[in-house]
């Protein structure tokens, strides 16, 4: 099961969009990785705010999978005036002969957190058979010399902060074994309580991290570029 986020759809851009993603920093980074890559598949592409500034950038040819309709109509209406391949299927599911030079990962399916100085895959999948299966699948649906990039963000902790529009967000984490749970809530100053999403992530430590891409047909040593993005190449 994938996390939806249908609940927060209509605020998620609001909280992405302070602070929470650096969108700018993050495609400079992807634009320099590319090179003269051009065919990016996008899972989680969410309402595609990363593909916005990645499209500003240059000429990509962008596939963008996402389990939500809602995110999905959002990114519709962003990117509407591109080319972008839109497709709402769960990731686990989606099936396809087209090869692609890069697949670019931020977090709607799987990311990964810096935390304990090690490399964790956090995953929307909370099967870690099923998140192992999916790594084998994104490795064959790269070109030879391909690369996956999978974001980094740092631990996951709880807080809670005044965003844009007069709207609070507050993060909640509780963390059991490999399981880590994640409650987004949006309120008013009163405390007025306007949207809220629970999600729970199936954690690999740093050594389940290295073995499952290894397993999955990556290279051995992947690569961290710019504290942004973890790189295992095909």
């Known amino acids: 099961m994938i996390n939806e986020y249908v609940e927060i759809a209509n605020y998620y ?4 969009t302070s602070g929470y993603f650096d969108f700018d920093s993050l495609s400079n980074t992807l634009y ?3 090179g003269a890559r051009r065919k990016v598949l996008d899972i989680g592409i969410g ?21 939500s309709p809602r995110m999905l109509e959002i990114a519709k209406e962003r990117l509407i005036s591109s080319d972008v391949k839109l497709i709402c299927e769960d990731i686990t599911e989606f099936e396809t002969e087209e090869k ?5 990962s931020t977090g709607g399916v799987i990311c990964i957190v810096k935390e304990d100085e090690e490399y ?4 929307h999948i909370t099967e870690p058979e099923k998140s192992k ?3 084998k699948k994104l490795h064959i649906q790269l070109d030879e010399g391909g690369f996956l990039a999978l974001g980094i963000q740092g631990s996951h902790t709880n807080y809670k902060k005044e965003i844009k ?10 963390k059991e074994g490999n399981y880590v749970d994640k409650w987004y809530v949006f309120s008013e100053a009163n405390g007025e309580i306007k949207s809220e999403q629970f999600c729970r992530f199936y954690v690999f430590d740093g050594r389940q991290t290295t073995q499952a891409l290894i397993d999955a047909g990556f290279k051995q040593g992947f690569q961290i570029i710019d504290d942004k993005f973890l790189v295992s190449y095909k």
């Open 133 to 135: 299966q999916l790594l």
């Open 100 to 104: 692609f030079e890069a697949i670019v």
């Open 13 to 16: 851009d609001n909280l992405l």
């Open 47 to 67: 309402t595609g705010l990363l593909t916005e500034k990645m499209l500003s950038l240059a000429n990509y040819q962008i596939v963008g999978v996402d389990f």
């Open 32 to 34: 320099n990785l590319l």
């Open 120 to 123: 964790k895959i956090y995953s």
């Open 165 to 174: 529009d007069e709207i609070f967000y507050e993060q909640k984490i509780k």
